[in-house]
Structures are given as C-alpha cells and as structure tokens.
C-alpha cells in the first residue's frame, strides 16, 4: 500500500526557519515525483511545487518560487519543504502527493504549520 | 500559467440527484485534466485523471469528460459520502494549477 507520512504540527515564529518532510512507503520512491500543496485556513489549493527524488529536478510554481526549498533524499524515500524566514502569513495546512499518470495520486495527511508572534 | 475556473462555486442538491461540475481552462490542456474531493480536514482525494479515467477504488457514479478547455464533472445519484469540495486541477503545465473549488452541500 501506498503511503505518503508527514511530519507533525509546527508553531513556530516569524523569521524562524523551518523543515518538513514527507516520507514515501510502500512504492520506489526514486521514480515518482512528488508535489507539494498549500492549503490556507478556508481557503483552495495551491500547487507549489514539484520534485523527481531520482535526480533531484524540482519545479516551482512562480509564488513560491524564491519563498521555499524543495529537496529530497532518497536514500531515506523522504521529500523536504523549507522555509529560512516564515512569515505569519505562511499558516496554512502543506499536503505532499504523489504524482503518478499525470495526477496526484496518494496524499499526505498534511503538515500544520503555525505562524505567530 | 494556466487559469482554471470551476462552477458553480456552490451547488445544492438532494441526496438521488445527478450533479455536474464545470472546469474550464485558459489554454487548451490536452486532457490533462484531474478532479478531487476534499471532506472537512481531510486531504484531497483522486476521483478522475486524465479527464475522464475512473481512480481505482471510485464508485462509477463519478465520471468525467471534456477536452481543449472546457471539462465536466458528472456525480449521479448523489450519496451521503459526496458531499464536500470538489476540485480541478490541470497538469499540462507547470505550475500545475487548481480551480477555486466547489462546494456540494445537501439541500
């Protein structure tokens, strides 16, 4: 079975810096690309980016281009979003999926990440 | 980037009744087209991919079709289980765009 586990709650405080992470089981991880979406409070879905573990080729989308990292190290099937200086306005749920067939196809529970002074 | 937008934004229906969603993109997609249901906290799920192809596992009431721009999402005899948000999403392009949702709600 395919699962996508992601790291635990975070409340942290503007400027602070912060990773989380996304570990692949139950499928080769090197081969599929794995996405990374935000999810304000009441809010849609915001595609952020995109990472094939097996040589590390990411894209961005142009708002988070710049704002975030995206890394991953498959030697522990584990994909990484990070931030160097979170602002209030990063609060928001981070969902990673996996793509398959042109779609994202297993998903994460999702990150809460929590910013404020 | 490609633009997606989905309507209605809000959709009332009773439980037995047929439902249809629109997506339309800004640029042609090649089919390239995905739609998820999202419950109240809860991660998105895959219902249909490449337009019109039935996720394993997704009751056949759900079915999709369209091509170039213009996208449907079909629920008939709507379920207990299908309400919640629906979403679209293009992957033909990078970034990988999503519609605005919409929001099925029991009348």
């Known amino acids: 079975e395919v699962q996508l586990v992601q790291s635990g709650v975070e409340v942290k405080k503007p400027g602070e810096s912060l990773k989380i992470s996304c570990k692949g089981l139950?499928?080769?991880?090197?081969?599929?690309?794995i996405g990374w979406v935000r999810q304000m409070p009441g809010k849609g879905l915001d595609w952020m980016g995109i990472?094939?573990?097996?040589?590390?080729?990411?894209r961005y989308g142009p708002s988070f281009e710049g704002q975030v990292t995206i890394t991953a190290d498959k030697s522990v099937s584990t994909a990484y979003l990070q931030w160097s200086a979170l602002k209030a306005s990063d609060t928001a749920m981070y969902y990673c999926?996996?793509?398959?067939?042109?779609?994202?196809?297993?998903w994460g529970e999702g990150t809460l990440v929590f910013v404020s002074s | 980037d490609v633009q997606m937008t989905q309507s209605p934004s809000t959709l009332s229906a009773h439980l037995g009744d047929a439902i249809t969603i629109t997506c339309r993109a800004s640029?042609?997609?090649?089919?390239?087209l995905n739609w998820y249901q999202q419950k109240v906290g809860k991660a998105p799920k895959l219902l249909i991919y490449?337009?019109?192809s039935l996720q394993s596992g997704v009751p056949s009431r759900f079915s999709g079709r369209g091509s170039g721009t213009d996208y449907t999402l079909t629920i008939t005899n709507l379920q207990p289980e299908d309400f919640g948000i629906y979403f679209c999403?293009?992957?033909?392009?990078?970034?990988?765009?999503f519609g605005q949702g919409t929001k099925v709600e029991i009348k």
């Open positions: 490449s337009s019109s």
């Open positions: 999403q293009q992957t033909y392009y990078t970034p990988y765009s």
């Open positions: 999926a996996r793509h398959y067939r042109g779609a994202s196809d297993s």
């Open positions: 640029e042609s997609i090649s089919r390239y």
């Open positions: 990472i094939y573990p097996g040589d590390s080729d990411v």
């Open positions: 139950g499928y080769n991880f090197t081969n599929y690309w």
